[in-house]
């Protein structure tokens, strides 16, 4: 009886999933008879959301720009097109490359004229198995758009290059490789532990002033600014988008408790391969009385999570004062019974019990970085239990959204 439930439930989706394609495709077609309007796919292991808002934003936010930011599956991009109205200038969406043929199906489906790479990595490994399978997979959009569309490609990334050897459309490229279209040089984060960036085209430099923290967001801000460069944007509405956009929540957004601690919530997702670039995050905050980083479920890495654990452990050791580990044990991270002793390692069962630690232990000015899985983890609450009252602690919840956008928050569970 339960497997004919779930097939009908199978079928039910297909059927939803096929409708919204058709509707999207019907939208397509009437954009080739106006003449059309950009619609950007913006594919990626990492940096997809963040490029999605902020290149939106650049182009004229909400009320002009539909996008499916948070959610990137099929039937989430063919919705975006439903929000189209008389106002709609452009539309820009996030497209997941998993599973294996999805990105093919949005290609056919909503016919976007730009498609944006920004990182092959490890995301969704038991699919790809690594990084060079993953970009092939996200050439398929490339390979797809229209004679007079365009792709942007993130020149640092060697595989991204390989798998758009041949691409019929014009490449335009980004980063910090000499050869790039778009060459970002001094990227720094300066005293107010922001991002900043000059940026070379064609002979003009262009300063951009970001409110990001941390290095690795030069990725989605050279993306935007490119691809919104590329239809048409003058430098100085770009300079000024990217200057006032906020860091999307759960992106290494900021908490500054006053006269308290300072949180970077990383909590939107935690594949192993990319924890150190979060890491270094706190780098800025060397003046700090201490940096906390607290980890809970990592995700996307090959072979024994022991070994994926025990690395990600050892790197942030080099660079935190202590390590406080979500429903881990001393024999799982392979961490020494010195660090234990001396409070550089603390266990907890609970994200309740970290935030009741880190309540009782937080110093003024400490920076603490949050890593973890929205889904699995939630651990943007340790940050909003210092500015408002939370009472929901479960365990695994499974919403798959931040808890500050979550009507259990501040209710019982």
Not at 44 to 60: D, M, R
Not at 345 to 356: D, K, P, R, W
Request: charged share 20%.
């Amino acid at each position: 009886m339960r497997a004919i439930v779930s097939r009908l439930r199978e079928m039910l989706r297909d059927r939803r999933l096929a409708r919204r394609a058709r509707r999207a495709r019907r939208g397509a077609t009437a954009r080739a008879g106006l003449g059309g309007i950009p619609v950007v796919a913006v594919t990626g292991s990492a940096g997809k959301t963040t490029t999605v808002a902020l290149l939106a934003h650049i182009l004229g936010g909400p009320s002009r720009v539909p996008t499916n930011a948070f959610s990137n599956r099929a039937e989430d991009v063919f919705r975006v097109f439903d929000e189209c109205g008389p106002a709609t200038s452009a539309v820009v969406v996030e497209a997941s490359e998993y599973p294996i043929g999805t990105l093919g199906q949005i290609s056919d489906a909503v016919r976007p004229t730009a498609a944006v790479l920004t990182i092959a990595g490890l995301d969704h490994y038991v699919a790809f198995r690594g990084a060079a399978a993953a970009a092939r997979e996200m050439a398929v959009l490339a390979r797809r758009l229209p004679p007079d569309g365009f792709v942007v490609c993130n020149a640092d990334d060697t595989e991204l290059r390989a798998a758009l050897a041949g691409t019929a459309v014009p490449v335009v490229t980004f980063g910090a490789d000499a050869a790039a279209d778009y060459r970002v040089v001094d990227g720094v984060i300066g005293p107010d532990h922001r991002l900043s960036l000059t940026c070379l085209h064609d002979g003009e430099i262009v300063h951009l002033a970001t409110r990001f923290v941390g290095l690795h967001f030069q990725v989605p801000v050279l993306a935007a600014v490119a691809t919104a460069h590329r239809l048409g944007v003058p430098w100085p509405q770009i300079a000024a988008g990217v200057a006032c956009f906020e860091p999307i929540f759960g992106r290494c957004s900021v908490v500054a408790v006053p006269n308290g601690p300072t949180f970077i919530c990383d909590t939107a997702k935690a594949p192993a391969w990319s924890c150190v670039a979060s890491f270094a995050t706190l780098d800025s905050f060397a003046d700090a009385p201490r940096r906390t980083l607290v980890l809970g479920t990592l995700a996307d890495y090959a072979g024994d999570s022991r070994r994926s654990y025990r690395k990600t452990v050892r790197a942030a050791l080099d660079r935190v004062d202590r390590v406080i580990l979500l429903r881990h044990s001393a024999s799982h991270v392979g961490v020494s019974a010195a660090d234990i002793a001396a409070g550089r390692v603390l266990f907890f069962a609970t994200v309740a019990e970290i935030a009741g630690h880190v309540r009782a232990t937080a110093v003024a000015g400490e920076a603490i970085l949050l890593k973890g899985s929205c889904r699995a983890d939630h651990l943007d609450r340790i940050a909003h239990d210092f500015t408002v009252q939370v009472r929901c602690w479960l365990d695994r919840c499974g919403r798959g959204i931040d808890c500050i956008r979550c009507d259990r928050l501040t209710q019982k569970s």
